[in-house]
């Protein structure tokens, strides 16, 4: 399989705790994105990797989120004291770096907090 | 403010007729244009994409027209299947896609 994959496709927390979601992107793309997408909307983006590096954040991502690619390959998104209100899809993207290139989603990890 | 609207939230379309999806931006830095198709508990799916540098890209059934002046693009589906039944998002292409707010379409048989 080469497409883009993430673990768990499911998470139910409850507030206060803490959640980590890893990102698998395609091997050859140095690119990988995050995004959130809540009910009826589109997906919104919150931050991106040009391989390890990060490079933009999204007002969206407050101090409590926090993303990492450490060697340039998988990514983690760990969501600190989870509020009800982060309950959403947070989808991962990734994509070549040059010129304006497909971004190529993962399935999404669902996550609810109760 | 939203940059990408998709004004339509719903489509409803027969078998076989064509399905067109509209979309507005108002970012004329805007330079790439990518249609996608979700099901329901499933990532977004890539389906067809547009430079600005052209107005019209084809793609068996789906076709993407782009009306720079007018800071509009629009999807077309022809012929419509059930299968097609899903939403739709546009996207524009900065460092990072902007989304359209999505339209589901249905495709009656």
């Known amino acids: 399989d080469t497409g883009v994959s993430q673990d768990p496709r499911h998470k139910i927390t409850k507030r206060g705790q803490n959640v980590t979601f890893r990102c698998d992107p395609i091997s050859e793309h140095n690119r990988l994105y995050w995004y959130r997408q809540t009910l009826g909307q589109g997906p919104e983006f919150l931050t991106y990797f040009q391989n390890e590096a990060q490079l933009e954040k999204s007002r969206l991502l407050s101090d409590r989120f926090s993303a990492e690619r450490p060697k340039g390959s998988f990514s983690t998104l760990e969501i600190q004291r989870t509020e009800q209100g982060d309950s959403a899809m947070y989808l991962c993207?990734?994509?070549?770096?040059?010129?304006?290139?497909?971004?190529?989603f993962g399935p999404g990890t669902r996550l609810l907090v109760l | 403010d939203q940059q990408v609207k998709q004004n339509s939230p719903s489509l409803s379309v027969q078998e076989g007729r064509i399905s067109i999806l509209n979309c507005d931006y108002t970012?004329?830095?805007?330079?790439?244009f990518l249609w996608y198709k979700k099901y329901p508990a499933e990532g977004p799916t890539f389906l067809i994409s547009?430079?600005?540098?052209?107005d019209k890209n084809e793609d068996g059934r789906f076709t993407v027209f782009l009306n720079k002046s007018a800071k509009h693009l629009s999807l077309h589906i022809v012929p419509s299947q059930p299968g097609d039944s899903a939403v739709y998002f546009c996207?524009?292409?900065?460092?990072?896609?902007?989304f359209g707010g999505g339209t589901r379409l249905m495709v009656k048989p």
């Open positions: 996207a524009a292409s900065g460092n990072m896609l902007t």
């Open positions: 970012n004329s830095m805007f330079d790439y």
């Open positions: 547009i430079s600005s540098i052209k």
């Open positions: 993207a990734s994509s070549l770096a040059w010129g304006p290139e497909t971004q190529y």
